[in-house]
């Protein structure tokens, strides 16, 4: 990406002309959540000024555009993951609510007491807590893959893990603190040997690498809207037909029934079976320009123009701030950098680059877990988007250096 076009990138995106305390505002907490193109602002104005009512159940012309936008979003969406049919694309509040739904509705079809479910060391607590809830339910167990120093996943002691009792898989395909790419492609191979299935928390990564759900043979892959330059409150869950046509329904209520009578209820097919009550048909119409918009750039161009943030800003940090520990050292990385100084807390330098204009999370980043087996209080992330520049970095590694001066 030259630095044209990375212009050009940048004005698209109205909040990045922002002062912070006077200051550029220099956003490195893309992990967290990225900033929305005017596109997709647009997108969500001009649905609630034109196309406006409640979908699926209306006959006039204002319900039937509204309907017809929110399904061809669910094209937008099938095609963006490379899934053969759109009726295997669930619309969510995010990837949360997905992981909740498949741990939900596939432990009431498939699980019973002694079964096991097996994740990673390296998960976010959104691919923690609705297994350990299923385990307790059920009466269980969680498994856990371990990783290595480099935060990278122990496949043999998965190999090892994987028994006649493991009942489904659930990974990251990205680490939000570690920024580890899973070899996800190996780890569903290794669990369908057993027929296992495999849920994929692609979270992190659908913003950086292309996916594609088939060629991953993936049985279940879930992301949220907003880390992807899309609205809040909106993702998807991908799930293969034969799968979510075997599950019960997460949640009852309008739109996921074909009859209902005080007596029995029969349930709507795929995809409405799962998705109860009015839809966030404006969230998902501009989710869909958030994805059009990142195809548009291009993701391979996406994914060169952040690796090389990375290592630009991974170089400078280890050669000019002293006491630097880079947290996850994996290979293959994504463009998140997780570290500590010294015995600095996070917090405190966490506090002092944001007086500075400069967005970077500190703290567990939800993967409690993974911190307490680092042995660590946290961390300090530091994860790009597209619209990150390297002249950002200068001013965010000459800041830390400013900040470290003034709390080592
Ligand atoms: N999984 C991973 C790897 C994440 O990074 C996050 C958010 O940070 C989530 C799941 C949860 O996403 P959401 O809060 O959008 O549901």
Not at 42 to 63: C, K, P, W
Not at 72 to 83: E, I, M, P, S
Not at 364 to 383: F, N
Request: charge should be negative; proline fraction near 4%.
């Amino acid at each position: 990406m030259n630095d044209i076009q990375l212009q050009n990138i940048r004005a698209e995106f109205p909040i990045l002309q922002e002062k912070i305390y006077n200051k550029e505002l220099i956003y490195f907490d893309n992990g967290a959540t990225t900033q929305k193109p005017k596109c997709v602002i647009d997108r969500i104005t001009f649905g609630y000024e034109h196309l406006n009512a409640n979908i699926h159940r209306g006959v006039h012309y204002l319900s039937q555009k509204a309907t017809e936008a929110h399904e061809d979003a669910r094209t937008v969406v099938a095609n963006f993951l490379g899934a053969k049919t759109r009726e295997e694309i669930i619309f969510t509040r995010g990837t949360t609510e997905a992981i909740n739904l498949i741990a939900f509705s596939f432990g009431e079809a498939f699980c019973t007491e002694g079964d096991e479910v097996i994740v990673s060391e390296l998960e976010h607590h959104a691919n923690i807590v609705p297994w350990q809830m299923l385990c307790e339910r059920k009466k269980m167990k969680l498994r856990v893959i371990p990783i290595n120093e480099n935060g990278e996943l122990d496949v043999d002691a998965y190999k090892s893990l994987l028994n006649e009792k493991t009942k489904i898989v659930a990974i990251a395909h990205v680490s939000n603190v570690l920024g580890t790419i899973n070899p996800v492609k190996e780890i569903i191979q290794i669990a369908h040997q057993q027929n296992v299935p495999v849920l994929v928390d692609g979270a992190q990564a659908v913003p950086h690498i292309k996916v594609d759900v088939v060629e991953l043979d993936a049985d279940f892959y879930v992301f949220s809207g907003h880390k992807i330059y899309g609205p809040t409150g909106i993702g998807a869950l991908y799930g293969k037909a034969k799968w979510l046509n075997q599950i019960p329904p997460y949640q009852g209520g309008g739109e996921m029934i074909a009859t209902v009578s005080f007596e029995k209820t029969t349930y709507n097919e795929l995809p409405f079976k799962f998705e109860a009550g009015t839809p966030d048909y404006i969230g998902s119409t501009a989710l869909a320009e958030a994805l059009k918009y990142v195809e548009m750039i291009g993701l391979d161009q996406i994914a060169e123009h952040e690796h090389s943030l990375l290592t630009y800003c991974t170089e400078r940090l280890i050669n000019e701030i002293e006491g630097i520990r880079i947290i996850g050292t994996a290979k293959e990385k994504s463009a998140v950098i997780s570290f500590l100084v010294g015995n600095i807390h996070p917090y405190d330098i966490g506090m002092l680059l944001d007086k500075l204009g400069i967005a970077v999370r500190t703290g567990h980043h939800c993967a409690q877990p993974l911190i307490d087996s680092l042995g660590i209080p946290g961390t300090v992330r530091a994860s790009f988007a597209l619209y990150n520049t390297k002249s950002e970095i200068d001013v965010f590694v000459d800041a830390l250096k400013k900040v470290v001066g003034m709390l080592g």
